[in-house]
C-alpha cells in the first residue's frame, strides 16, 4: 500500500467493505482502521471520508457484536459531524441514528 494516497485509501475501504459482506469481520476490522489512520492524516478528524470509514468501522464492530468497542467511535463521529454541520447534514442524522441505535440495544 501506498499510505500517502487518497486511492490506497478507497482500495482499503473497499476491500474492508467485502470482507464484510463474506462475514470476515476481523479482517474487514483491520483495514478499516488502517484505512482509518491514513485518512485521518490526509484529511483530518473531520473529513468526510474520514468520518465515512468512522461508520463503516462502527458497523463492522456492532456486526461482531462488539457494541462496547463500537459506542466511543460513534460518539466521535456524531462530535466530530456536530461541529461541521453546516457541511454534512445527511451525515450527521446518519451518525446520530446509528448512536442512538448502539445505545437502545
Do not use: K
Not at 9 to 29: D, I, K, N, P, Y
Not at 31 to 57: K, Q, S, V
Amino acid at each position: 500500500w501506498r499510505e500517502d494516497r487518497l486511492e490506497t485509501t478507497w482500495a482499503m475501504h473497499g476491500l474492508a467493505w467485502v470482507l464484510r459482506q463474506q462475514s470476515r469481520f476481523a479482517e474487514a476490522e483491520q483495514l478499516y482502521r488502517e484505512a482509518l489512520a491514513i485518512r485521518e492524516r490526509l484529511f483530518g478528524p473531520c473529513g468526510f471520508d474520514t468520518l465515512w470509514t468512522m461508520g463503516d468501522l462502527v458497523n463492522t464492530l456492532e456486526e461482531m457484536g462488539r457494541l462496547a468497542d463500537a459506542l466511543p467511535i460513534a460518539e466521535e463521529a456524531v462530535a466530530r459531524l456536530t461541529r461541521i454541520r453546516d457541511s454534512q447534514p445527511a451525515a450527521l442524522i446518519d451518525a446520530r441514528n446509528r448512536l442512538t441505535w448502539l445505545l437502545i440495544r
